[in-house]
């Protein structure tokens, strides 16, 4: 099955996982006014302005969302946890996911882009 969409790459996944994949790109366009979607490099892509803000990926056990946004020292001290390499937050499954942090970080890189454009 060719992934062309978000939907359909929500649809390639696990029940478990397609909720939440979901419920985390629920959050992130709340979190992102007026954003748009795409899939990148194979996976769910969320842009603005035609330029990507933030990735997610399902994994066989963890969500991950790429990439770290710098931040304020809050944001970096709740992000710490689930730092997993230079640009990568990894969140187990099994654990609750923490959506509002996702949709804060969504947010912060969000505010980063549109600094750059």
């Not at 649809?11 to 366009?29: K, T």
């Not at 990507?52 to 994994?59: D, G, L, N, P, R």
């Not at 990894?90 to 890189?109: E, H, R, S, T």
Request: glycine letters at 8%.
């Amino acid at each position: 099955m060719a992934i062309d969409t978000i939907d359909d790459y929500i649809a390639s996944q696990p029940a478990e996982m397609q909720e939440i994949l979901r419920e985390v790109r629920r959050r992130v366009h709340e979190a992102v006014p007026g954003a748009g979607e795409m899939i990148s490099y194979g996976i769910p892509t969320i842009t603005l302005e035609g330029h990507y803000v933030v990735y997610f990926a399902a994994w066989k056990h963890h969500l991950s969302v790429y990439p770290v946004p710098h931040g304020d020292e809050d944001l970096r001290a709740e992000i710490e946890p689930y730092l997993s390499g230079k640009g990568t937050l990894k969140f187990p499954l099994g654990k609750p996911v923490p959506y509002d942090l996702i949709a804060n970080v969504a947010a912060q890189l969000a505010a980063e882009r549109q600094g750059r454009m």
